[in-house]
């Protein structure tokens, strides 16, 4: 099937008490690990691009293998979104180019800034008339602390979302979907030492997610679906592998998959994974490098890190988001 918004099977998902994966695209190999991994467990899927990934691929190569990849798996539904859209030019370039959902993250900005730039994007996202088609819109209040290239918010300046403005924003906006800050991080340092305590066996255990927050939103919006960014795990048997093969990731920690999976039972629609994808292609090209230093055929490590990277999804679809057999 050809590509499609986010607005049916979010609906689908709220519904179903399960949650959309949105797992970032960067190359080929990533495209096809996630949309195999979708294809065979039945899943619909979303595929995100950021800012960087469009400046590192080029969003026209990106856009032409997702359309690939839908040819591949006509059976199951497959969006292209742009993630951590930061501006209106950004959001309408991507919606230009064929791009069916996209987000504007202005949370950043002063509410009332947040408010303006978000309806605009929305106001030409849903311009049927002069479009053709609805492409959905993702905004965000309140934001997360964590690192990626183009998404920086140091630990102390981060703010959960507050509940009392999400009526407003929505209705204010138009917007078709928001993503909140309850305790989420981007990148593979989600927590510092200090915020965390430890285990018995001296393992890190981050603070829990403020599911008092996302209840509250869920009883002010009742029915509309929430985002959850910076949702990896930080799969430990792959900072392993990583540690073991000559990388360094010192204290890498991520969200626990169990407390993700309660909140794709409750109004979570969509979970944004990352991280993880990067940690299992980097864990696969090390420990192949490693035990094969006579190989330079890129098809054969990265060969590996498809491979990784499909075992990832497949994991999270069956064990955190609960959308196998959904399509
Ligand atoms: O939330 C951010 C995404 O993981 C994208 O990261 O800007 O490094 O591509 P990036
Ligand atoms: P992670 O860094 O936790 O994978 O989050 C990704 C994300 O939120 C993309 O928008
Ligand atoms: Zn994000």
């Given amino acids: 099937m050809p590509l499609v918004n986010s607005k049916e099977i979010m609906k689908k998902a709220y519904k179903g008490g399960y949650a959309i994966g949105a797992f970032n695209v960067n190359n080929m190999e990533i495209v096809q690990a996630i949309t195999e991994a979708a294809g065979e467990l039945k899943s619909p899927v979303i595929l995100q691009v950021s800012k960087g990934a469009r400046a590192y691929a080029n969003s026209k190569y990106l856009k032409h293998m997702v359309e690939a990849a839908c040819e591949n798996y006509p059976d199951i539904p497959i969006v292209l979104h742009l993630d951590h859209g930061d501006s209106f030019e950004l959001c309408k370039a991507c919606i230009d180019d064929g791009f069916t959902s996209v987000m504007i993250d202005y949370s950043g900005h ?139 990731m010192p204290d890498a920690i991520g969200i626990p998959e169990d407390q993700l999976r309660e909140a794709s039972k409750l109004a979570v629609c969509k979970i944004n994974i990352d991280s993880d994808l990067r940690l299992g292609m980097t864990a696969a090209v090390r420990k192949h490098f490693d035990e094969h230093p006579d190989h330079f055929d890129p098809r054969q490590y990265l060969g590996d890190g498809r491979k990784y990277v499909k075992d990832v999804v497949k994991h999270k679809i069956l064990e955190v988001l609960g959308s196998e057999n959904q399509a």
């Fill in 110 to 248: 002063p509410y009332e800034e947040n408010v303006e730039v978000t309806k605009k994007v929305c106001d030409y996202a849903h311009d049927v008339k002069a479009r053709g088609r609805y492409i959905t819109v993702e905004a965000e209040l309140g934001t997360l602390a964590g690192v990626e290239d183009e998404v920086q918010v140091e630990f102390g300046k981060s703010s959960y979302t507050d509940p009392e403005q999400v009526q407003d924003f929505v209705n204010r906006t138009g917007v078709d979907s928001l993503a909140i800050a309850i305790g989420t991080s981007h990148g593979a340092y989600k927590f510092k030492a200090e915020q965390c305590e430890r285990n018995k066996d001296g393992i890190l255990v981050p603070p829990p997610l403020r599911f008092d927050i996302l209840k509250e939103v869920e009883e002010r919006l009742p029915g509309f679906p929430i985002v959850l960014h910076g949702s990896s795990s930080v799969p430990q048997e792959y900072v392993k592998i990583i540690n073991e093969h000559g990388g360094k």
